[in-house]
């Protein structure tokens, strides 16, 4: 079992910055692929990025790439998403999830674990 806590969620101007956090318990979390989905209310939950066990690899939706890094420390079970050059799009509802499988990870419906969410908005 891996429980996952998000922090870091706030209320940023247009252009502005966040740094979200999900941190784990539970057991070997370098074991895990980590991703940061997110949601609007009555829209489904897409993906934003991805990070393998050991970060070797990392995985970027097209609307964040070059804006948003997605990095952990398996020393502090935390994987963080540093958020550049905030939009209005960007607002939501941001969640981390874990799974064992790389294949896949753009899927929400793969993961076995889910942190309860942040919320992010940004004003212009």
């Known amino acids: 079992q891996v429980q996952l806590v998000e922090s870091g969620g706030g209320l940023v101007q247009a252009g502005g910055s966040l740094r979200l956090s999900c941190e784990a318990s539970g057991r070997a979390f370098s074991t895990y692929i980590v991703a940061w989905f997110r949601q609007d209310p009555g829209m489904e939950r897409e993906f934003v990025a991805a990070?393998?066990?050991?970060?070797?690899?990392?995985s970027y939706a097209e609307h964040v790439k070059g804006r948003f890094t997605i990095s952990r420390d398996n020393a502090k079970n935390t994987v963080y998403l540093q958020m550049n050059s905030l939009k209005p799009e960007d607002t939501a509802a941001y969640y981390c999830?874990?799974?064992?499988?790389?294949?896949?990870?753009?899927?929400?419906?793969?993961?076995?674990?889910w942190g309860q969410g942040t919320q992010v908005t940004v004003s212009s």
């Open positions: 999830a874990a799974r064992v499988t790389w294949y896949g990870h753009y899927d929400a419906s793969g993961y076995d674990y």
């Open positions: 990070i393998s066990q050991r970060g070797q690899s990392t």
